[in-house]
């Protein structure tokens, strides 16, 4: 299907974000029943040999989405469709925020890549927790992970809080999360890998957690 549809994408003509737009509407269309029958059938994958358990979670192949493909949860049961072990939402943060102006994506066609500085353009924790309870994969399971990040305008003393917020209110929908520390495109947000931040944030979401049932 990528081969199929490379051509359109990548042509360099058009707008690479609004390209990224046009393919999650056909990737949500995709999921909806009954184009999710077909789609399963075509593209899904599952050998015995790949599938694993790690951390109680049973992924059927290793090879996963990382966060910043569908930050809004929009396409979850089309790209489950595709064949991939896991699946991984966001980035998002406790507030909504538009991001770094356009354009922040930019075509290295020679290389049949991308630069994506988007910077955590997301509708904010609130809207994702509305969002994932109606989100359905058909039948068709996998690892739903959850890739949180700082929301621009917050100081990183108060870091540990602003992450606190987004874990909290996503905690019970998805299968495991992404700490987020280490994108560029929000100022100073690299400064959180330093050990006395990260340990702060580390130990506020394993406080919270140890105080959630079972």
């Known amino acids: 299907m990528y081969k199929f549809i490379r051509p359109l994408i990548f042509n360099a003509s058009s707008d690479p974000e609004t390209m990224h737009r046009v393919v ?5 269309l ?31 192949n290793p090879v996963g989405l990382a966060g910043g493909f569908d930050k809004q949860a929009q396409a979850v049961a089309g790209l489950a469709n595709l064949g991939f072990g896991f699946l991984e939402i966001g980035t ?5 925020q538009m ?6 994506i930019f075509r290295l066609l020679k290389d049949e890549a991308l630069i994506n500085r988007m910077g955590f353009n997301n509708h904010g924790a609130d809207e994702l927790a509305k ?3 109606e989100v359905s994969l058909s039948g068709n399971k996998v690892p739903l992970g959850i890739n949180i990040g700082k929301t621009k305008m917050t100081e990183l003393q108060d870091a540990a809080k602003d992450y ?8 019970s929908l998805g299968d495991y999360f992404v700490v987020n520390v ?7 947000l690299r400064q959180l890998i330093n ?3 990260l340990a702060e944030i580390l130990a506020a979401l394993s406080d919270y957690r140890s105080r959630q049932p079972n």
Not at 24 to 28: D, G, I, R, V
Not at 99 to 104: D, L
Request: with cysteine; glycine share 8%.
């Open 24 to 28: 999650m509407k056909l990737l949500s």
């Open 30 to 60: 995709a999921g909806r029943w009954p184009f999710c029958v077909l789609e399963r059938a075509v593209f899904d994958f599952q050998d015995r040999h790949l599938s694993q358990k790690v951390f109680g979670l049973e992924f059927k």
């Open 92 to 96: 998002v943060t406790a507030q909504g």
């Open 182 to 188: 280490s994108s560029p495109n929000t100022p100073g």
């Open 131 to 133: 969002k994932l309870p």
């Open 99 to 104: 991001g770094n102006p356009r354009p922040r």
């Open 164 to 171: 606190l917020y987004s874990f909290s209110k996503l905690y």
């Open 195 to 197: 050990r006395n931040y």
